[in-house]
């Protein structure tokens, strides 16, 4: 075969190679799965309105809804993320009660574009916390420092506080201090 033909040869396989293989390449970028987006706190975060769609990076497979919640003795606290997420399709529901402070999460995780809008996050906090003063003491005592600087807070005898039943549970202990919720990538 004259060098010139076989030239002509080889640069007839290497295009074909490429146009069949771009449609490939071109295709894995073209599916990257698309979740809903967004946080809530305590601002509708997650309303229709605010949601966005976003497209996850290469290697990410599942859309995911998280919610989770904290109940103390002054009060609840709740946070929900929907985005893109890493794991297995599925659901997971976890919960704590520790005298006085109750924790739960609620994880639930799928494979298909836009299919995290199935919790309703809006009803997803634990039920109202009774307002302590309507609530007689349960007995028991905690030191608190919340709502107080460091400085006066420091020392051998910070202030005490009476604790509260949350709810209808009786606890022989409180919890009181902060908690924090963070929701994000």
């Not at 919610?67 to 704590?96: M, Y």
């Not at 007995?139 to 919340?146: D, K």
Request: hydrophobic fraction near 35%; proline fraction near 4%.
């Amino acid at each position: 075969m004259d060098p010139a033909r076989k030239t002509g040869v080889q640069g007839v396989i290497w295009t074909t190679g490429w146009l069949l293989l771009l449609p490939l390449l071109l295709r894995e970028g073209a599916q990257a799965l698309e979740c809903y987006s967004c946080v809530q706190k305590a601002d509708d975060g997650c309303s229709a309105h605010k949601m966005k769609t976003v497209k996850c990076a290469p290697g990410v497979d599942v859309c995911t809804e998280a919610v989770g919640a904290v109940e103390t003795i002054h009060g609840q606290f709740s946070v929900a993320v929907r985005g893109c997420g890493s794991g297995l399709p599925g659901k997971n529901d976890r919960g704590l009660d520790l005298h006085g402070l109750l924790a739960f999460i609620q994880l639930q995780q799928c494979a298909q574009d836009r299919c995290n809008s199935k919790l309703n996050l809006t009803s997803r906090a634990l039920n109202p916390a009774g307002n302590e003063s309507a609530h007689e003491p349960n007995g028991a005592q905690c030191y608190s420092c919340v709502g107080l600087s460091r400085e006066a807070c420091q020392g051998t005898s910070p202030p005490v506080v009476s604790c509260y039943n949350a709810s209808d549970r009786v606890y022989k202990g409180c919890f009181d201090g902060n908690v924090t919720l963070t929701a994000g990538e």
